[in-house]
């Protein structure tokens, strides 16, 4: 409420109502005189701000340190004293993903500094196997479960032709002018080997055209092979340029993935509770909204911690698998405290709901992974 002086006249100069108060009963706007100094101006916006915050720190309090206690509070009608669990959803990822990015950011030009030292220099042959050993190594760390199906073929297939290359250069030194240190096999999504046999698009259609129409690339072939040779001729024939531009694009989609996965994750909830007649579909999205929630602030407190002790030459894996466990009790707690059911009947339905997340967010990764890479 502002400290300016009300109206006299009753009627409500947003909506016309006949307001029966200081607040129009229909819109909600406050009957105050429309002139305002600029005092006034300072003062209404420093209100904003800190009944913004006095909002945010004290839902803060309970998302975190009482799981799944907001979302029982949202279903019981009290909501005014909390702040709304979209705006608690963009505020948090929004700042979630700006430090989290600007931190890849910084790694990455680090990354770029200590590769670019000792560029245009000719390297001996012993040089050359210890550049390719450190390229298959890089390649290997690249390669885990959480990467798509179609990404971890190319990677393991860059990996083998690494090995050959370092056994061709030990065989014969002079091999190093034509292996590549640099990571530059070639990219296939779809088709294996066959896409590099074409220059370019025109080439393809060609090619396409003068087959029998029975023996044609149908459409989702015809896409990926296009993809792959606009691909080569973008980044010439440079896969590692390609990957981090995919990879990239990729990270930059992990917002949207988050988003389209809320709403999925909240059917899983549904189906899994579908007995209790009381909770409706929306409850479930309120209680997953909240759930991402927590789990950001989880993973940024861990990230700021980790990216700190990195500054000071201090590395622990010991802390990242802390804050994994805080992850997996805080999705438990949240369960049994929002749907108030037995610890047994709990953890069964939460290693169920577990399983079924990580299938989801397989299909979701692949999606996003291939449209990344259809996108550059």
């Known amino acids: 409420m502002s400290h300016i002086p009300e109206r006299n006249e009753k009627n409500c100069l947003n909506c016309g109502a006949e307001v029966k108060g200081r607040f129009c009963q229909i819109c909600g706007q406050e009957n ?15 209100y904003d701000i800190t009944h913004f915050d006095g909002k945010f720190f004290s839902t803060l309090k309970f ?17 005014a004293s909390y702040l709304h669990p979209i705006r608690m959803y963009v505020f948090t990822s929004a700042i979630f993903f700006l430090i989290f990015f600007s931190l890849k950011s910084e790694e990455s030009i680090v990354k770029i500094n200590e590769n670019s030292n000792g560029k245009g220099k000719k390297l001996t042959a012993a040089q050359v196997i210890k550049k390719l050993e450190e390229k298959r190594d890089d390649l290997k760390e690249s390669v885990n479960d959480s990467l798509p199906a179609i990404a971890k073929k190319a990677m393991l297939a860059a990996i083998a032709q690494t090995d050959s290359d370092i056994v061709l250069v ?47 690339d149908n459409f989702i072939e015809r896409k990926f092979t296009k993809q792959n040779i606009h691909l080569r001729e973008k980044y010439h ?13 990729f990270r ?38 909240h759930l991402y929630c927590g789990t950001f602030i989880i993973i940024l407190v861990y990230v700021l911690l980790d990216a700190l002790l990195k500054k000071f030459g201090y590395h622990n894996q010991t802390i ?23 610890r047994g009947k709990t953890i069964l339905k939460y290693a169920l709901v577990m399983f079924l997340s990580m ?18």
């Not at 998302?63 to 509070?73: N, Q, T």
């Not at 024939?237 to 694009?249: G, H, Q």
């Open 320 to 342: 990242g698998l802390v804050f994994m466990l805080t992850g997996f009790f805080y999705w438990y707690k949240s369960t049994r405290n929002f749907y108030e059911q037995r």
């Open 63 to 79: 998302l975190l340190f009482k799981p799944g206690f907001l979302s029982h509070e949202y279903l019981r009608g009290r909501r």
């Open 359 to 376: 299938f989801l967010m397989a299909i979701l990764f692949t999606l996003f992974f291939v449209f990344s890479a259809m996108a550059i």
């Open 170 to 216: 030990k065989k014969d030194t002079t091999a190093k002018e034509r292996v590549n240190t640099g990571n530059n096999n070639n990219l296939n999504f779809f088709g294996g080997a066959k896409n590099n046999r074409y220059s370019s698009i025109a080439a393809y259609d060609s090619a396409q055209k003068k087959l029998p129409e029975a023996e044609r």
């Open 237 to 249: 024939e440079d896969s590692k340029a390609m990957w981090e531009a995919i990879l990239e694009k």
């Open 32 to 46: 105050i005189e429309p002139k305002e100094s600029f005092w006034h101006l300072v003062t209404h916006f420093m």
């Open 252 to 289: 930059h989609m992990f917002p949207q993935m988050l988003f389209c996965s809320l709403p999925l994750f909240a059917l899983l909830l549904q189906l899994l509770y579908v007995r209790r007649k009381s909770f409706f579909y929306v409850n479930h999205v309120v209680f997953t909204i």
